[in-house]
């Protein structure tokens, strides 16, 4: 059971100050029956509720996969939208409490999963999980097989720290490829080609775990997971898919 206000607001078209004013000028519904406080208790997987008549429809968490564009944050700045990701979203999710699940540099674009829920999230960044994080790069001189050798054999970055065993597989010009993370360093792909001499010049997120990014999204456009996607990502949390290594 939770609060009207809190499973209303929830759905991001109204703020909880509107629920409460809402509800107060009986026009919030609970199987029927006008609701008499906002902090009413309902069950949502069961009770109708409506507004106006109009039933809501609520959904447990929010899931969006975003084609991020370089020049924003993926932070939240408290929900508002200025310089972060946040701001390609509308109103109506911005208030859905939706936060990126890990960091891409400002200058990263590629794959971004925004969501509002937290297990999620902590499950996908867990360090203990390793999710492989697959991201296409193009560097300022030519990948080698030595740099294959290196990156599979755990890089020693600039500062003495070790990179656990990452894949590089060679792109098609040879001033690419396609690098795949079991962690989640600070600017681990630029630190490790540095490592290797080699400025990275473009770096593009193509895939985290179970979820590759939408080749018809643009860079800015966003979409919320399909329900095979969602499913996929619950799996993966529940460790169906690839799991702890
Ligand atoms: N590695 C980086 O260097 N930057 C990113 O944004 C992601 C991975």
């Not at 990701?85 to 409490?97: A, H, K, S, T």
């Not at 867990?126 to 990948?143: E, L, M, Q, W």
């Not at 999204?217 to 702890?244: M, N, P, V, W």
Request: proline share 5%; glycine share 10%.
């Amino acid at each position: 059971m939770e609060r009207l206000d809190k499973l209303i607001a929830a759905t991001g078209r109204f703020s909880r100050r509107e629920v409460k004013a809402l509800v107060r000028s009986g026009r919030v519904t609970v199987d029927g029956r006008p609701a008499a406080r906002p902090e009413e208790k309902a069950d949502p997987e069961t009770a109708c509720i409506a507004v106006d008549g109009e039933q809501i429809l609520w959904r447990r968490a929010t899931y969006i996969m975003m084609n991020k564009p370089a020049g924003l944050l993926s932070a939240t700045r408290d929900g508002r939208g200025d310089g972060t990701v946040l701001g390609l979203l509308p109103p109506e999710l911005r208030r859905q409490g939706l936060f990126p699940v890990g960091r891409l540099d400002r200058d990263t674009v590629g794959l971004l999963l925004l969501t509002n829920d937290g297990g999620l999230a902590h499950d996908l960044l867990s360090p203990k999980r390793h999710v492989d994080k697959t991201y296409f790069v193009r560097v300022a001189g030519t990948i080698v097989p030595a740099d294959q050798a290196a990156f599979a054999g755990g890089l020693v970055l600039g500062d003495g720290l070790r990179c656990l065993p990452a894949a590089l597989a060679p792109g098609e010009t040879a001033d690419t490829a396609f690098v795949t993370l079991h962690e989640g360093k600070f600017h681990q792909i630029k630190r490790m080609f540095a490592a290797r001499g080699k400025p990275v010049l473009y770096l593009r997120r193509i895939s985290m775990g179970p979820l590759s990014i939408d080749e018809t999204l643009a860079e800015g456009e966003y979409r919320y997971l399909s329900e095979e996607e969602t499913a996929l990502l619950q799996d993966f949390r529940h460790g169906s898919s690839q799991s702890s290594k």
